[in-house]
Every structure is written in C-alpha cells, then in structure tokens.
C-alpha cells in the first residue's frame, strides 16, 4: 500500500485572495445602497433586478471569503483532508442563489411587460454607468485572484453576469430616453435572467461533478490506465477511481496487480515511485494511493465477495 499527497501550498494564494475579496465586498456594498435607492425612485426594473443580482453577489462574495477562511484549516481528527471542500458548497450555493434570483425578476419583467409602468430614462443610464465602472474595478479585482477555486469563480461570475446585466440596463436607459418605450426596461432585465441562467448552470454542473465525486471534466481514465499499464511490472489495473477533492485538488486511487517476483526481491517500492511519477508528470495527480496486488489476488477477492 503507498499514499502519495501534496496540499498544494493553497496558505498564501487563499491569503491573497481574501484581500481581493474583501475589497470587491466593500466596492459593492456601498453602490448596492445608492442603486436600490435610484431603482426605488424611478421605478426602474432593470435597475431594481439589477440590484437584486448584486445583492446575490454581495452573498457570493461573503460566502466565498467565508469558505477561504475556513479552507486553510488544517486535517484533524474525522476532518481529514481538513475543511477544503467547503469551497465547493460556497460554489453550489451561489448557483442556487443566482436560480432564484433569476426566478424572481423574470416573473416580475413579464408582468411589466403586460402592464408597463412609467420608467425614468436618465435616473436609469447615469445608475447604469456608474454600475459598469464599479463592476469592471470588481471583476478586475477578482480575476487577479486564483479562479482555479471554484469558489473564487463562482463569485467573479456572479460579478461578470452583474456586468453583463448593467451594459443591458444601459441600453434600456437610452432607448426609454429616445423613444419613451418603457418596455426596453423588463426587456433588459430578462436578459440579465438569462445571463444569470447561463452562469448558474456553469457553477451547478461544476461544483456538482465535485460533490458526487466524478472525475474531473479534463480527466482522461482511460488514458490514466493506459500509463499505468506502461509501467514495468505491471499486468492489471483495477477498482480505479478518480475524484477532485476541492479545486486544484485531484486524487486518486487505484489496485495494481505487478509480477509475483516484485514481493520477493524488494521491487515493489520502485515500482510504486514509478507509479507515482507517472500520474504526476502526464495528468498532475499529486494525491494518490495505490494497493499492489500479486497475480490472481484479484479474482481472489472477487470470490470471496460472491
């Protein structure tokens, strides 16, 4: 039996990435506040869904520096890889988040769409602008932290959609302006819903591959067992399994059945080296632990399962 791990030094990257968390929370706060005052006052939809999102972004990025915070726990008693993968229910979380978000403001834009309601363009274009310029300096914020956590993506795409969803606003503004058609507001809202759609099933599909154990998306098992087979000494490969244990984190685990001699002269811990080796330079598995087996120790254990 051998175990093979490296926790990635993941100290220092969390550390930076709970400063640019911090800062965007902050940056986003203070214009959730004005936003929904303006929303409130010119009866804009898209302003008011627009905040609603923020808000949502707002949560994501506390949760994420939440589950940064708790990520760098060290592995104790029944906790043994520790608490990393809580970063990948932050990530869950913020994609249920922006389904009900979205939920929300599509049945509101479609009964506004029926009974349009009076909407002021300029309130709508000078909140949009500044709402662009503040989510660029977040987004910017963001991507500058390490979005190989899931968690941190899953905050920068609730920002990106918030983006997304302000330019759309924009566009509302300016034509409520020049033509007075108040239904260019929930319009744009229910792009918004749709970008928000988008995002969320991108950070469900993920963070789900994570939480039912899957290999990851870019893992190749097949391939995994065919370099494993190329190894001197080894004749069979199987139970193999291959799972991501948080972001950045694979693992691996795996019954290898090699020559009978290998337990004899010593061989065996070579060959485990070379296992090892393998996995980490062509598919940058750093945890992993494997069972040598001798020939016929599988169909053995097999039989006594029947």
């Not at 203070?30 to 609603?52: H, I, K, Q, R, T």
């Not at 994570?210 to 097949?222: F, G, I, K, R």
């Amino acid at each position: 039996m051998a175990h093979s791990h490296d926790r990635h030094g993941h100290g220092p990257t969390y550390a930076a990435d709970r400063r640019y968390l911090t800062a965007a929370l902050v940056l986003l706060l203070a214009f959730l506040l004005a936003e929904v005052v303006v929303a409130v006052l010119s009866g804009s939809l898209a302003l008011l869904s627009d905040a609603g999102h923020m808000l949502a972004d707002v949560g994501a990025i506390a949760l994420a520096l939440v589950a940064a915070r708790l990520a760098l726990r060290p592995a104790t008693g029944t906790w043994t890889f520790g608490m990393q993968r809580v970063e990948i229910l932050s990530a869950a979380v913020n994609g249920v988040t922006l389904l009900v978000v979205s939920v929300i403001v599509a049945v509101e834009a479609v009964r506004r769409l029926v009974h349009p309601p009076d909407v002021a363009g300029w309130p709508i274009v000078l909140t949009a602008l500044a709402g662009c310029l503040v989510n660029v300096v977040v987004a910017w914020m963001l991507a500058r932290a390490d979005r190989r956590s899931l968690n941190v993506e899953g905050a920068y795409q609730h920002v990106l959609t918030d983006l997304y969803g302000f330019i759309g606003t924009l566009v509302a503004g300016v034509v409520v302006i020049a033509t007075g058609w108040t239904r260019a507001d929930p319009i744009a809202s229910l792009v918004v819903v749709a970008l928000m759609l988008y995002a969320a099933w991108g950070l469900l599909r993920d963070s789900g591959r994570v939480l039912l154990e899957a290999a990851p998306a870019d893992t190749d098992v097949a391939a995994m067992r065919a370099h494993l087979l190329e190894v001197a000494h080894v004749r069979e490969v199987h139970d193999l399994h291959v799972w991501t244990v948080t972001s950045s984190l694979p693992a691996l685990s795996a019954h290898v059945v090699v020559d009978e001699g290998c337990f004899a002269d010593g061989h065996a811990p070579q060959i485990l080296d070379e296992i090892q080796r393998c996995l980490a330079g062509h598919f940058d598995v750093e945890h992993s632990t494997f069972q040598l087996e001798p020939p016929g120790h599988a169909d053995h254990e097999a039989g006594a399962h029947v």
